[in-house]
């Protein structure tokens, strides 16, 4: 099993453009997730989905969409990329009732 | 979800036991204890929870209070390799409550 995979690793976006974000995971899970980690400070939630078809709004979800339309994938897309949006994207995957979530090891995305 | 309290940062020497303390004051009867720890800038990894009994693993001990209101992550034998954020999560048991993550511990495990 690869586990939770995230693509690109880093990216360099200019202000206005956009892109996709891409999360897969290989274990069958349910729920999938996204965060963002600003520089000294814990993960935010931005988007959430409990399984194919169905997603939800987190904590700082302006600026980003999501679709859930395989198990596999959850990509995370930002619209009009600003500074703000500069971060360490994080996604998560966990079998629902099971407590452990797994995570990919970040999307660093610099928009200047 | 109820809030959690931890102090910023803790120093721990290596091979002696880590202690993180966390404070959830307001927790309800159902909900869960969770612990997380983030390395360096890894994504975060699952370490251990529990609902009010202790709990072991391979990788910590739990202690929950009686009155489930603070709990206590044991990290037995310090090594060089713990050093991380370390993240105390509370939340409901049921497949559609995301985690909520504050800002943490950094435990610094010292030589």
């Known amino acids: 099993n690869a586990g939770v995979t995230q693509t690109p690793k880093f990216q360099v976006l200019k202000t206005g453009q956009s892109m996709t974000l891409q999360c897969a995971q290989d274990m069958n899970h349910e729920y999938m997730s996204w965060y963002r980690q600003d520089p000294g400070m814990g993960l935010r939630l931005i988007h959430y989905?409990?399984?194919?078809?169905?997603?939800d709004q987190g904590e700082v979800p302006n600026g980003y969409n999501v679709s859930r339309s395989t198990t596999e994938d959850f990509p995370l897309r930002l619209l009009s990329a600003a500074p703000s949006q500069t971060s360490v994207y994080f996604c998560a995957s966990r079998r629902t009732g099971d407590a452990e979530a797994f995570f990919g090891q970040g999307t660093r995305l610099t928009v200047v | 979800d109820a809030k959690t309290t931890q102090p910023p940062s803790m120093d721990c020497a290596e091979g002696r036991a880590a202690n993180l303390p966390c404070n959830h004051s307001t927790i309800s009867g159902n909900e869960y204890v969770y612990w997380y720890r983030q390395i360096h800038s890894q994504g975060p990894q699952y370490i251990i929870h529990g609902l009010k009994n202790n709990e072991t693993n391979e990788m910590a001990s739990l202690i929950i209070t009686e009155d489930r209101k603070s709990s206590t992550l044991i990290l037995p034998h310090a090594t060089l390799r713990d050093t991380a954020v370390y993240y105390c999560?509370?939340?409901?048991?049921?497949?559609?409550?995301?985690?909520?993550f504050g800002k943490g511990t950094r435990l610094s495990v010292i030589a």
């Open positions: 989905s409990v399984g194919a078809g169905i997603t």
């Open positions: 999560i509370v939340r409901l048991y049921s497949g559609n409550t995301p985690l909520v």
